[in-house]
């Protein structure tokens, strides 16, 4: 494996409908122990329903504005310097409420980001986000959708 340097605004750059990620660390960086990204999320955006990973362990790190996030039984409006886990089986899911952009770092244990960001916004182009089934994303990790149903563009639309 050889170091990676990426500076500020380096690494393949994702849009997940009206959020993007930058990709830091992949499994192909990382040998597939995880995988890291700073993701900016515009004001207003939806989050993805309510949901839980079978084997990755989700973290969320607020660089700049306050997250809206739902954990468990517990929601929080993470502001900057905020640090979530979502351990596997733990239903989560987050939002930008307020009026401006949200940047976080990102890191998923088990290196499989970078695959959700490139298969949800086609899911969800063919209405087929979410629903109370399990849908495989990889050869190494499930998304488990709760029983919540949400409209098919909700992740992705602004206010």
């Known amino acids: 494996m050889?170091?990676?340097?990426?500076?500020?605004?380096?690494?393949e750059r994702i849009a997940a409908g009206a959020s993007t990620a930058v990709m830091k660390?992949?499994?192909?960086?990382?040998?597939?122990?995880?995988?890291?990204?700073?993701?900016?999320?515009?004001?207003?955006m939806?989050?993805?329903p309510p949901h839980a990973h079978r084997?990755?362990?989700?973290?969320?790190?607020?660089?700049?504005g306050t997250l809206h996030m739902t954990v468990g039984d517990r929601e929080i409006d993470a502001s900057?310097?905020?640090y979530i886990l979502v351990p596997p089986g733990?239903?989560?899911?987050?939002?930008?409420?307020?009026?401006?952009?949200?940047?976080?770092?990102?890191?998923?244990?088990?290196?499989?980001?970078?695959?959700?960001?490139?298969?949800?916004?086609?899911r969800c182009a063919r209405a087929r986000c979410p629903g109370p089934q399990t849908s495989r994303r990889s050869t190494r990790s499930t998304i488990s959708w709760s029983r919540h149903r949400a409209a098919p563009n909700?992740?992705?639309?602004?206010r």
Not at 2 to 11: K, N, Q, R, S
Not at 154 to 158: E, G, P, T, V
Request: proline share 6%.
């Open 25 to 44: 660390a992949t499994a192909e960086t990382t040998g597939g122990a995880f995988s890291m990204s700073e993701a900016t999320f515009p004001a207003g």
């Open 2 to 11: 050889d170091a990676v340097i990426l500076l500020p605004g380096e690494g």
């Open 55 to 64: 084997y990755t362990t989700d973290t969320f790190y607020v660089l700049e």
């Open 90 to 122: 733990v239903v989560h899911t987050f939002a930008n409420s307020s009026d401006e952009p949200v940047r976080s770092s990102t890191s998923t244990l088990l290196a499989v980001w970078r695959n959700t960001c490139a298969i949800l916004p086609t």
């Open 46 to 48: 939806n989050g993805p």
């Open 80 to 82: 900057a310097g905020s």
């Open 154 to 158: 909700q992740y992705f639309r602004l």
